[in-house]
């Protein structure tokens, strides 16, 4: 499970406007097929790494499956691997789930199944797997060819009392990450309720909510806190996306624009950066916006 050298589908890191963006040197520019979602940051095989899921549809809409990117920030290549269930019958299926928001933490990934709960991934049983199995837990039909895939097996589903469409993660004011996440929903009527909750310490718990509250914001895609402020990512069609933040009863329009399209948000300590991505075709980006450009000390 190395990182894949001289790869055509690696990111390509690039400089804009004080901000680093990541864009795909591939047909992830373009398919219709594949859309990213979520993003988180943690470590993979000792190396700082971005985490991006992405789920793959039909052309009429059906979900097919999803997977998670994990991007070398230092090399910018990558490495896919697909999300997985398991069924009755013992037999490895795709995960169809949108992936709307990702929570990272150290082998434990937490993934927004939008009206399902929290999923639950092991990052340290990552399974190879070859030819036609690798093809359909892909999402696809092709029956052919010699492809191997790398997947990540759901563990636990984690029933929350919210919709799941996105998840973040908390940090207290000095930027030391928090063993809770915010989950919210994606609403086009401002009624959408952020929720935030103590993560599961073992094997049998379940998320316990501490906070719950209803910002009036439509069409939120992600939510992240540092210390009492709040950061939350509002999409508007194939215009660029708002960025909300402030306090918890008080979150105001922030002046920096968001990538068109944007998606989930994660808060990057070490870099300083808050990431957000587009998930639109010819507009898909992965963009670390500074601290210093949203006053963050």
Excluded at 99 to 112: K, Q, S, T
Excluded at 140 to 160: M, N, Q, Y
Excluded at 203 to 213: I, L, N
């Amino acid at each position: 499970m190395l990182w894949p050298f001289g790869s055509t589908w690696r990111p390509v890191r690039q400089r804009r406007r004080d901000t680093v963006d990541l864009r795909w040197l591939s047909a992830r520019t373009w398919t219709r097929r594949w859309y990213p979602q979520g993003v988180d940051l943690g470590e993979w095989q000792g190396r700082r790494t971005l985490a991006v899921s992405w789920f793959r549809q039909e052309l009429s809409g059906v979900h097919l499956a999803s997977r998670v990117a994990f991007v070398d920030l230092e090399r910018s290549r990558h490495l896919d691997i697909l999300l997985a269930i398991v069924d009755d019958e013992g037999e490895l299926q795709p995960a169809p789930i949108h992936a709307g928001g990702l929570a990272w933490f150290d082998d434990r990934l937490f993934v927004a199944a939008t009206g399902r709960g929290i999923w639950e991934f092991d990052l340290s049983d990552i399974r190879e797997v070859r030819g036609a199995l690798a093809h359909r837990l892909a999402g696809s039909r092709r029956r052919g060819g010699r492809s191997t895939a790398l997947v990540a097996v759901r563990t636990r589903v984690h029933p929350v009392a919210l919709r799941c469409s996105y998840l973040g993660r908390v940090y207290d004011h000095d930027g030391a990450p928090l063993r809770r996440v915010l989950i919210g929903e994606h609403r086009t009527d401002g009624t959408g309720r952020i929720g935030e909750f103590a993560i599961p310490d073992g094997p049998d718990g379940g998320f316990v909510e501490e906070d719950r509250f209803s910002p009036g914001i439509t069409h939120m895609q992600g939510a992240v806190r540092a210390g009492d402020r709040y950061f939350v990512s509002q999409s508007d069609h194939l215009r660029p996306g708002t960025l909300w933040s402030g306090s918890r009863d008080s979150l105001e329009r922030d002046r920096v624009p968001l990538p068109v399209g944007c998606e989930d948000l994660a808060l990057d300590f070490d870099a300083r950066l808050l990431w957000s991505l587009g998930e639109h075709p010819w507009r898909r980006v992965v963009r670390g916006i500074p601290f210093a450009r949203l006053g963050i000390r």
